[in-house]
T-cell receptor
Framework: KAGVTQTPRYLIKTRGQQVTLSCSPI?????VSWYQQTPGQGLQFLFE???????NKGNFPGRFSGRQFSNSRSEMNVSTLELGDSALYLC??????????????FGAGSRLTVL | AQSVTQLGSHVSVSEGALVLLRCNYS??????LFWYVQYPNQGLQLLLK??????LVKGINGFEAEFKKSETSFHLTKPSAHMSDAAEYFC???????????FGTGTSLTVIP
């Protein structure tokens, strides 16, 4: 069973540009969550999508947006990049409705560097 | 809102020694609890989880954790550290809907040969 796939793995952008990151969840997983990971800040929750609807949103500015497609694949977009957006962006999928707790399965992440 | 506190951002142990990573949570209702491990340049991998039932949970790679409701703790232990255990460890909680997760800031484990 394929895991969570994130593309691209590494990318470099300059301030003011925008970036789109992609996440393909495990087959059958309908929930996709996004996290930003930076040194010292740990994992900061960005948003969570289920059945193409954003159900939860973290405390990030409107420059951060996302969407989910009918096949559960998700994208996140960051516009007008700032130096502080440099981070590892992690996507996680989960099987909603499974007995017990939902478990997040993470991708390897997309490492964004903003120059 | 729930929160997770991991005491000690960096922990060093000698190879073969006991590993103890601390995690405390705040929640009025016992949540679901998780430990994840992250190796360099990789995503997070589930080590173990507590949902209901037995409070001592065994995970992969010889790790285990005990849920103590009275102490609101979920500390991670391993009797004997191995060099391959060097990684970043994250404690996480979710509410009982499982729709939202809260992560601690992580503990970096160094194993000294």
């Amino acid at each position: 069973k394929a895991g969570v796939t994130q593309t691209p793995r590494y990318l470099i952008k300059t301030r003011g540009q925008q970036v789109t990151l992609s996440c393909s969840p495990i087959s059958g997983h309908r929930s996709v969550s996004w996290y930003q990971q930076t040194p010292g800040q740990g994992l900061q929750f960005l948003f969570e999508y289920f059945s193409e609807t954003q159900r939860n949103k973290g405390n990030f500015p409107g420059r951060f947006s996302g969407r989910q497609f009918s096949n559960s694949r998700s994208e996140m977009n960051v516009s007008t990049l700032e130096l502080g957006d440099s981070a590892l962006y992690l996507c996680a999928s989960s099987l909603i409705g499974a007995p017990g707790a939902n478990v997040l399965t993470f991708g390897a992440g997309s490492r964004l560097t903003v120059l | 809102a729930q929160s997770v506190t991991q005491l000690g951002s960096h922990v060093s142990v000698s190879e073969g020694a006991l590993v103890l990573l601390r995690c405390n949570y705040s929640s009025s209702v016992p949540p679901y609890l998780f430990w994840y491990v992250q190796y360099p340049n990789q995503g997070l991998q589930l080590l173990l989880k507590y949902t209901t039932g037995a409070t001592l949970v065994k995970g992969i790679n010889g790790f285990e954790a005990e849920f103590k409701k009275s102490e609101t703790s979920f500390h991670l232990t391993k009797p004997s550290a191995h060099m391959s255990d060097a990684a970043e460890y994250f404690c996480a909680v979710s509410d009982r809907t499982g729709n939202q997760f809260y992560f601690g800031t992580g503990t970096s484990l160094t194993v000294i040969p």
